[in-house]
């Protein structure tokens, strides 16, 4: 087991594992493993824990390590940052936190024997010199474990989903926004995304897996928006609600738009920009600054006449 890969020590890489959680508890559990955060200059490994309850993060823990104490081996792959780990076998994921302030062991077990993933870049810049991938590993899969946190003992049960991200591209300087979806019904699961650039080109991606586990996949690309919004309405067959949403999550972040040659002040500018937009008083001149608005939203839809309250959007827009 040796010190994490060298492509991933080079700064222009970057890369995150996303899980979420739909507890039949109604809790909704986020894990996310970052390495080379695309938000951050600093060399480190991240995980993020956060837990919503009735439209509202009643959770929120963050664990950092220098890269150089981050581990990851290949074939299965196995992720370690600080006191948290990720490893997986041919057909589960274990995830454990063993931090002072947080217990978390989550077990994903797949009960598909084939799935399809986007096994492309979503988006391509520079010719093929950048990139974005997305790769949705499991779009449904059984979930669970425990939770212990401020004295409190949580028991998980429900159903999971597992994505995988990475790329070569400074995000905010390529993207104007980025929109991702995950709506469950039953034991049906409803997925989409839409990308868009700074060129204004669009990418639209959608999946949809039935009850019995067979997937429909569709992506695309698009140079207007009203395409986009045509063909995820076509692909997914269902009526999304805009107007019965609630924003359950929401953060600021700044990304130095200097060069990487400049890393000593993009630092401090972002060491600053953390601290400060913790306080009442300066909050109002973060909002101002920061160039990257993440949004964590709860919408309500319809499909085939059935309606679900199941669904988590993600908005993340770029200055």
Same mark, same amino acid.
């Given at each position: 087991?040796?010190?994490?890969? *060298?492509?991933?020590?080079?700064?222009?890489?970057?890369?995150?594992?996303?899980?979420?959680? @739909?507890?039949?508890?109604?809790?909704?559990?986020? &894990?996310?493993?970052?390495?080379?955060?695309?938000?951050?200059?600093?060399?480190?490994?991240?995980?993020?824990?956060?837990?919503?309850?009735?439209?509202?993060?009643?959770?929120?823990?963050?664990?950092?390590?220098?890269?150089?104490?981050?581990?990851?081996?290949?074939?299965?792959?196995?992720?370690?940052?600080?006191?948290?780990?990720?490893?997986?076998?041919?057909?589960?994921?274990?995830?454990?936190?063993? !931090?002072?302030?947080?217990?978390?062991?989550?077990?994903?077990?797949?009960?598909?024997?084939?799935?399809?993933?986007?096994?492309?870049?979503?988006?391509?810049? !520079?010719?093929?010199?950048?990139?974005?991938?997305?790769?949705?590993?499991?779009?449904?899969?059984? +979930? +669970?474990?425990?939770?212990?946190?401020?004295?409190?003992?949580?028991?998980?049960?429900?159903?999971?989903?597992?994505?995988?991200?990475?790329?070569?591209?400074?995000?905010?300087?390529?993207?104007?926004?980025?929109?991702?979806?995950?709506?469950?019904?039953?034991?049906?699961?409803?997925?989409?995304?839409?990308?868009?650039?700074? *060129?204004?080109?669009?990418?639209?991606?959608?999946?949809?897996?039935?009850?019995?586990?067979?997937?429909?996949?569709?992506?695309?690309?698009?140079?207007?928006?009203?395409?986009?919004?045509?063909?995820?309405?076509?692909?997914?067959?269902?009526?999304?609600? @805009?107007?019965? @949403?609630?924003?359950?999550?929401?953060?600021?972040?700044?990304?130095?738009? &200097?060069?990487?040659?400049? #890393?000593?002040?993009?630092?401090?500018?972002?060491?600053?920009?953390? #601290? &400060?937009?913790?306080?009442?008083?300066?909050?109002?001149?973060?909002?101002?600054?920061?160039?990257?608005?993440?949004?964590?939203?709860?919408?309500?839809?319809?499909?085939?006449?059935?309606?679900?309250?199941?669904?988590?959007?993600?908005?993340?827009?770029?200055?």
């Amino acid at each position: 087991m040796g010190n994490i890969t *060298q492509v991933l020590c080079d700064r222009k890489y970057f890369k995150w594992w996303y899980f979420d959680i @739909h507890c039949n508890s109604g809790l909704d559990i986020v &894990l996310i493993f970052h390495v080379q955060p695309f938000f951050s200059n600093f060399d480190i490994g991240l995980v993020d824990i956060v837990v919503y309850k009735k439209n509202s993060k009643i959770i929120h823990r963050t664990i950092v390590s220098p890269i150089k104490k981050c581990t990851i081996v290949d074939r299965p792959l196995s992720l370690y940052i600080g006191t948290a780990t990720m490893t997986t076998k041919s057909d589960a994921i274990f995830c454990h936190v063993d !931090d002072s302030n947080i217990k978390l062991h989550l077990e994903f077990k797949s009960e598909a024997v084939t799935r399809k993933t986007l096994m492309e870049p979503i988006c391509v810049f !520079d010719g093929m010199q950048t990139e974005f991938w997305w790769q949705v590993k499991y779009p449904r899969i059984n +979930a +669970a474990g425990f939770l212990c946190c401020d004295g409190e003992n949580i028991t998980i049960e429900g159903i999971g989903y597992h994505d995988c991200n990475w790329g070569t591209v400074s995000l905010p300087r390529h993207l104007d926004y980025w929109n991702w979806g995950r709506y469950l019904l039953n034991d049906e699961v409803f997925i989409y995304a839409t990308v868009r650039d700074r *060129q204004k080109c669009l990418w639209a991606f959608s999946m949809h897996v039935n009850g019995n586990g067979e997937q429909h996949m569709e992506h695309y690309r698009y140079n207007q928006l009203d395409d986009a919004q045509k063909f995820l309405t076509e692909t997914m067959k269902c009526e999304i609600v @805009h107007t019965s @949403h609630h924003v359950i999550d929401e953060d600021m972040i700044f990304i130095s738009p &200097l060069s990487r040659k400049f #890393r000593f002040i993009n630092k401090i500018a972002e060491f600053m920009f953390f #601290r &400060l937009k913790e306080s009442r008083i300066f909050k109002p001149m973060c909002v101002s600054l920061s160039n990257v608005n993440y949004k964590r939203i709860k919408k309500h839809f319809y499909y085939k006449g059935q309606y679900s309250e199941n669904s988590v959007h993600e908005e993340m827009r770029m200055r």
